[in-house]
């Protein structure tokens, strides 16, 4: 089930209803039932797989803390672990590394085809992979109690909101809130209302209205001028944006309404000033993931220079690879790696150097945002490319400034619909500096109606509808 | 229990602050829309009396260049033609037109509309208010959005043509055309060796029926046109007599002219399916030389 269908504004109130007029476990079993229920929508069968994640990893769980013997918790926590990568690599990535050992053999001179397995992708699996994974870890670090409820860890792994698209949530911070019963709540309703109707609009208007313009210049790169592409690969930056923060906002507005607390998962990461910055803001909830559960263990910066490099770079390759089977996210990974490699060797003189010219603050920010949003921009190139060599066409074709008239723009009323709403967020964006954009009503509550007017009539004006899915539903 | 009720009275406020504000933006629209010269808001306007009237989709668009045939005919022309758009919308306009206009005298009819749906009801729904035939087509044929332009006024401005209103608010749309020139790397590359035209929806050509009968009716000469192909692509068309004899069969005695082939220089196209300027200037002599003009 998607957010923004029919079916959904269908489930949402009805579940509301129920679910503040029960309690306790029966609460929590209406909760599992109606997220497989939302789940199943897209395909039931894949329901068996969360269940028999959610099975191994709340037994080997109790095993992990149960035990005293150090040998026993790491096996169990090897098993976990190898259970759910297991699942994943099979899902996600058998294909993948089967087409790739055929091309590397086939390279090697020798004809070789292993043929490949027709498998579908179950929507969710990286994230509720890694939402198991960090809880059977964070026993094993002894972070956390063990829950000892199957419905409450189930409901942990399964819920709804976050389910197929994130944020991914620990259970050091959503299994307590399964304790609470939370009655109904005006201000939470208002607050949630609000941050859900913003994220309609990060979707409906901002991130499908550009992908009109995005998803046709990396669909036929060869028809486009330079100028056309620059504005694809633009616009695609503030599409995947606008998209997963979209949906983030939404499930947290659910969360909030419901009365849980997911945080936030993205704090307008374009404004970011370095890139070490922009990891911090975007995709919050993975960002921190690999770094609890990937840099540090693998040693973090704890052991001199050329390792802590290695470790960056190896965290990033393996956080592309997360997001697809495919070499393009790879290289987007390794970009983003490289990218964190040399603001670690540059940013001391570029420092430095600001220091000495004594260059304004502002004036310095500025240029480090726009220097990052085109960085980032580059690397979403391979990010959304269809093939290496469509990445590859896309940027010397930029790069050549064969052809930048506007004249030969298409779409014009589509990119002109694009840079008016890639506008509007970012002014919205900048006037609320400190706080994200759906909490600044907070300060002043009287504005909670105009913004909701304010959102309502955007969604009317801008949106794009059509059950458009969300990108990071493929990951 | 007054706290819930004070929290209902504030949701139903802001709901009615919401119809109020959208109905406010929407009849601003309105008249902002009524004052642009954009084709489809003239027609509304009315005074546009053109002699020479053309119709039908994107080739339509860029294979007539108004302005020109004017300078050549000495006779006001209009292009009503537009992007995408279906015989059954045309001829909705087309009696708008003629409801609001004097008659022309000789009516042009790029036929590759009769391939297209109805899609662009989703991009002209700004006019259901103003024309009965495009209301009641976008009500039988996309009720969730007419639903959608009930319950909030300013989705039936959610369109690109809302944007070619303002843009063309106080400029014709009449000099619309494509100037691009198709590359070569695309001839030789990206045009199929095998395509197909879609056949003529059989709502589309009752439709051109009532369009003819509408000219009978008020004495206008209505010729059929289909417009120029790059040839490369012409002769990837596989259908293309069986189209033509369909268009033939539903026309009777109505003229039909094919200038599929009039232009053999890929220099006078945009792409696979349009002429550019330099195209419609050189259609011009062939509409001549064919007895069209």
Redesign the interface.
Known sequence: MLFNSLEFLVFFPIFLLVYFTTKGNVRTAFCLVSSYLFYGWWDWRFLGLILLLTTINFYLGIIISKTDSDAQRKRSLFVSCFCSLAILGFFKYFNFFLDSLAEGINKLGIEWNFGTLSIILPVGISFYTFQTMSYTIDLYRRKIEVENSFLKFATFVAFFPQLVAGPIVRASTFIPQLYHDHKFD?KRF?DGMCIILWGFVMKSAVADSLALVADSRFA?P??YSSLSLLIGVIFYSFQIYGDFCGYSLIAIGIGRILGYDFGINFNRPYFAISFSDFWQRWHISLSSWLRDYLYIPLGGNRHGRIRTHINLLTTMLLGGLWHGANWTFVIWGGLHGMYLILQRIIGPFYNSAINILKIPKALSHLFLIFTIFTLTSFAWIFFRATSLSDAIYIITEIISFEDMRF??VNNK??V??GLILITMLFLCEAISFSKPFPHIKDHCPWL???F??VC??TL????TFGNNAFIYFQF | MQKAIRNILICIATLFLFFITDRAVAHIFQEITTQSKIRFSRIYKGNIDAKILIIGNSRGVHSFYAPDIQKVTNQKTFNLSYNGMSTQIATEFFKDYLENNSAPRLLIIETTFLRDNNNLLKNVKMYSKRSKGIGFLFKEEQPKSYLATKLSNTYAYNSEMFFRNLYYLNKTDQTWISRKVIKPDFINNAVPKSANINLPREENIEALKEMLRLCNKHGIEAKLVIAPYLPEYLASLQNFTEWKSIVAEAIDDTPLYDLSDALKDSNHFSDTLHTNYNGATELIDAMKANGIL
């Open positions: 005006w208002g036929q060869y028809l004249s030969s009323f589509q002109g619909k909670k109606p105009f909701i007017v309502l009539l009317s004006l801008f949106g």
